[in-house]
């Protein structure tokens, strides 16, 4: 399953959120690469909200990892791998137990964590090329 969509704006940023979860219905796990700033976050956000999560979502770039509720799917779990030192930290904090378990997780700067990431997961790229963001997914 592959997929591809051209956000021109924030103004479609739900209608690109919404898209991208139907477009895997029968995934749970997001692992996202983008260079900073390229808007991870804020799309992870609006597929939060997308999935029915009514909490404010903010960047788990401190915390590690944010978990959320949605009266739909039950927990979500948005990680941030960008501040790690070493591998074991996530470790330390059940991050391989969360990617085991059939709940959402959507993960910013997986390549911090290689000898952690789940064998099935959608790969997501952000490109952006003068305002304008290049989503691509692909499983």
Request: charged letters at 25%; aromatic letters at 14%; a negative charge.
């Amino acid at each position: 399953m592959e997929f591809n969509y051209k956000l021109e704006s924030l103004a479609d940023l739900e209608k690109a959120a919404k898209a991208f979860i139907n477009a895997f219905p029968d995934q749970r796990k997001f692992l996202f690469d983008a260079p900073m700033g390229a808007g991870k976050t804020t799309f992870i956000k609006a597929i939060m909200k997308e999935l029915s999560v009514e909490d404010e979502v903010s960047s788990p770039t401190y915390s590690i990892v944010n978990e959320y509720f949605s009266v739909t799917y039950g927990k979500i779990y948005h990680f941030d791998f960008y501040r790690l030192n070493d591998e074991i930290e996530a470790y330390d904090i059940g991050t391989e137990e969360l990617l085991e378990s059939n709940d959402y997780c959507f993960i910013e700067w997986p390549v911090n964590i290689p000898n952690l990431l789940p064998q099935n997961y959608v790969s997501v790229s952000i490109e952006v090329d003068n305002e304008i963001r290049h989503i691509k997914a692909s499983t």
